[in-house]
């Protein structure tokens, strides 16, 4: 049904402190989880002393000491905070905490650099009562910081959290599953765009037995929200060819932009880095 629907769960509410810059700075929403993994007391070893968000943010290169302050103020007293379930967001908080993009210069960059390769394990929702289950993610995130400062490999950790991820939405469905019913799962929103996380969903749903639908013709980020509004899908409404493709133009657009400015972003990454292999090099002979 097209036009109704009723929301059964999501990942764990987040406050997204600072407007529109916290959907490009992904170091802020990074802050906000793993303060919130603090404030909900996560437990550690006897022999370890618990960290503090200041330490974290610092070791981690996630902001100054002005920022950290500043961005706490707003978390503490609610102010410019928007309530947030995006998993977009923890993605930009995953790639800050593990040194790939501590900001992002167009929609979706964050997940699409983070480098992939490391084994996988399994994590589940909290299924709660029959009303909204929560999916927890700032406890990992916790844990994902503190095994990055230990010294283990950023991609096998980037991996790892790609892993996760795809257990919870699985989990999710399955908890969806056994409230309703159904077993049909439509996959959609800007993560499906991460062919790998979309991979790891899918085989594993079809795993469980379910029906799963993708997008094939539209984009499953903000620009399928602009065909959805040229083409009202209801069987009493029939979009018009020339509103049908200017929404495929713009879907278009979109897509190109953004790959403009992904690849521009990942040139500059390799020129940064070869300056910095001269700069050794020029060292060494002298």
Known sequence: DVHEFERAGSIEVFPQAGGD????????????????????????????????????????????????????????????CVPSTSAGRVFDAASAILGFRRESTCEGEASMVTPLDAPTFLFGADPGDDSLFRLPTAA???????????????????????LFLADLIV??????????GRNTVALSGGVFQNLLLTDL????????????????LSAPNDGGIVLRRQNPASPSETASREAHEASQRAVGLVALRCQWQNKRSLEQEETRSIA?????????CF
Do not use: M
């Open 201 to 216: 969903v899918v085989n594993s749903l079809e795993e469980n037995d379910f029906q799963v639908l993708t997008h094939s």
């Open 171 to 180: 989990s999710g469905c399955i908890l969806c599953r056994e409230r309703s």
């Open 21 to 80: 810059a916290s959907s490009k700075e992904g170091w802020r929403i990074a802050v906000s989880l793993l303060k919130q993994a603090l404030d909900e007391g996560e437990a550690f070893p006897d022999s370890l002393p618990a960290p503090t968000l200041e330490d974290l943010a610092r070791s981690l290169g996630l902001c100054d000491p002005t920022q950290l302050s500043f961005l706490e103020a707003q978390i503490e007293g609610n102010i410019n």
């Open 140 to 162: 990992f995130l916790l844990d994902l910081a503190l095994r990055s400062l230990d010294g283990e490999s950023p991609d096998k950790l980037a991996y790892e959290f790609h």
């Open 276 to 284: 910095k292999r001269s700069k050794r090099a020029r060292r060494l």
